[in-house]
């Protein structure tokens, strides 16, 4: 059986020198704001980092070492190449039509991950293991009860957030959320088993759970599963009041928000997000005080207010422009300008200004990162449909010929009902370039 032990990165050790973990954190921060990244690097971070249990760090910690390391590899930092650990080397890619397995993308931990889904104080629990395991490891395993829930739990909870997000940056929700799933209800089972667990450690755990349930709501959302995503927002709501934990609070409230648009309830999409912003305000982070004014802004919009919409996306950018803060959430790092120039497209398309949601809509395009394969996916949709309304058919085209380009990578309920959206809109249009771009349409294989 070959081992699993992590083994202490002595490079990045030696970078740190006579900085203390805390320093060198702050350090990585600053340098994350250098280049528009941000970071919640902490002491506890770079400890996991030294100690071996981070073995490649995810993309934008990538960006920030190596902004900081010019002519340095990851190598060099003394990480493994990424291809490494995620095990591509080890077997062929699967086809494109595979729908993504929980291992396939996963930067760190896999192996506290398969570990620890697999205990909990209840008697009775799933063996949650992110898929990391074999399909025989995910059966209904007994264990003792009233077992003490520590930090390796606790990390492994806020691990399968990251994991989570992670892949659903790169391939779309499709494919994840029946997955997602089952170690939610570890986690939550996890929960009700730390009653003898220290304060600090339950109140991470609340919030990792929390985090948790929004991450696979999101999931169902993303594919279209609407009431399972109401009912893990509303879980992570309760979650947040039971632990008085507001910034988990503002969180759901934003997805809550984003949801009641999607399914046509724009009044609860205005308070949702009002409710959030009320949250929020106490936790010092004008980016997440801009989401939020951003998801009513979009309720609004839905609502025919557009002088109530433009003063929100008014509020959305003058907080956006005070910056990223150390106090912005770890979950929002894929709301940078692009996301930004996206939610206003968002407005303006349901404000019926098409030429002012393209032109939002193709500068989020522009500005968006190619990492983020899902969003760039959805961007293009969004571009498409908004030029396809404006009345520039050809453009559209090529617009929708990109997001075709993706959708063998990316598996997302919601981008194909826009591109859908924006067909119908273009198929009375006729001209070559619309026609290539239905017969291509039309060759699209059925979602799995």
Known sequence: MVSTRAVPNLAFRR???????????????RAAREIGEHVACDARYIGRVEAGEIRCPNYAYERVFLHMFPGATLEDLGFSARESVRGRGARPAPPPTTPPTLHSDTDEESDVLRRVFMTSGTATVAAASLGLGSASATGLIALPAQRRVGAAEVSAVENAVRQIRLLDDRHGADGLYRRASQPLRAAYALLDAGTSARRGTLDRLHAGAGELAISVGWLAHDSGRFDDARSHYAEALATARLAGDPALEAHAFCNASFLARDTGRPREAVRAAEAGQRAARPLGSPRLMALLALREAGGRAWLGDRTGCEQAM??????????????????????????????????????????????????????????????LALYRAQLTGDLARAGTADEAAAAGHQVLDLLDRVQSSRIRGMLASAVRVLRPRGGPEVTALLNRYEELPPAG
Not at 18 to 27: D, I, K, L, N
Request: one cysteine or more.
């Open 15 to 29: 970078l740190r020198g006579q900085r203390s973990a805390g320093e060198f954190a702050a350090t990585v921060r």
């Open 314 to 375: 008014g509020r959305a950018r003058s907080a956006f422009e005070r910056g990223a803060r150390d106090s912005d959430p770890e979950w929002m790092t894929f709301f940078r300008e692009a996301e930004l120039e996206i939610l206003q497209a968002q407005c303006w398309s349901a404000l019926s200004d098409w030429p002012r949601a393209a032109r939002h809509a193709r500068r989020a395009t522009r500005l968006q990162d190619p990492h983020f394969t899902r969003n």
